[in-house]
């Protein structure tokens, strides 16, 4: 699964059976950002008049509408999944942070885009 991309910006969509209706977020920014549509073109087309009106609504406040990160990232994980992955890097020839960030980037790039 691909999530909508706009200018940058990712959404994830679901849908509503029971209203009928497609509904998404803006994901990776500090606010809250949704739209809705019952079809494919127009919860497209809102989707992108929900990114031109939040990078608009920033400008005008001054804001930065993208989050910031650290780069620092805490996981909680079954120990059985932790030394495998340990096992994993090292097969690999790499530290379990170097495994670790290409795994997720991988991921990432491939749902995100």
């Known amino acids: 699964m691909k999530a909508m991309m706009y200018k940058g910006y990712s959404a994830k969509v679901e849908f509503d059976p029971d209203d009928a209706v497609f509904f998404g977020r803006i994901a990776g920014i500090q606010d809250v950002i949704g739209f809705h549509a ?3 073109s127009d919860l497209i087309a809102a ?3 929900a990114v031109d009106d939040y990078v608009e609504t920033c400008r005008k406040v001054g804001k ?3 989050k910031t990160y650290s780069g620092n990232l805490m996981l909680r994980i079954d120990p059985a999944v932790h030394s495998k ?6 097969l690999s020839g790499k ?3 170097q495994w670790s960030e290409e795994v997720l980037a991988r991921e990432a790039e491939r749902l995100a885009g």
């Open 38 to 40: 019952d079809n494919v």
């Open 47 to 49: 989707f992108h008049e």
């Open 64 to 66: 930065d509408p993208q």
């Open 85 to 90: 992955a340990v096992i994993a890097a090292e």
């Open 95 to 97: 530290s379990l942070n």
